[in-house]
Nanobody, 126 residues
Framework: VQLQASGGGLVQAGGSLTLSCARN????????VGWFRQAPGKEREFVAL????????YYTDSVKGRFAISRDNAKNTVSLRMDSLKPEDTAVYYC????????????????????WGQGTLVTVSS
């Protein structure tokens, strides 16, 4: 499973970006899909996830109300809409996927995810 993350860039504080995660040569609908980020000098941290069949979403506290994860099965993509961006959101963002038999599987630990994209850099200037 190859994942392709895109959509990163430079944005001013308060601005918005939408990241996209696509699977090359396959579908994502049977996978839980998540986003993680890693800032310089810090560990990779969980950001958001959407469960199989879009039943559930989950966000880390620091992005609740600002970020929204969604899935487009027709396009075979999962997007992360990021609003009201803050300088502390600056990081390399990675999408990840894990096959899921349950619509309520909500893995948040990095080691629970099987497939990873290459990362896309988000820089938020103050």
């Amino acid at each position: 499973v190859q994942l392709q993350a895109s959509g990163g860039g430079l944005v001013q504080a308060g601005g918005s970006l939408t990241l996209s995660c696509a699977r090359n040569g396959g579908i994502l609908s049977n996978y839980a899909v998540g986003w993680f980020r890693q800032a310089p000098g810090k560990e990779r941290e969980f950001v958001a996830l959407i469960s199989r069949s879009n039943v559930l979403t989950y966000y880390t506290d620091s992005v609740k109300g600002r970020f929204a994860i969604s899935r487009d099965n027709a396009k075979n993509t999962v997007s992360l809409r990021m609003d009201s961006l803050k300088p502390e959101d600056t990081a390399v963002y990675y999408c990840a996927a894990v096959p899921s038999a349950s619509t309520r599987y909500l893995p948040r630990a990095a080691e629970e995810w099987r497939y990873w994209g290459q990362g896309t850099l988000v820089t938020v200037s103050s």
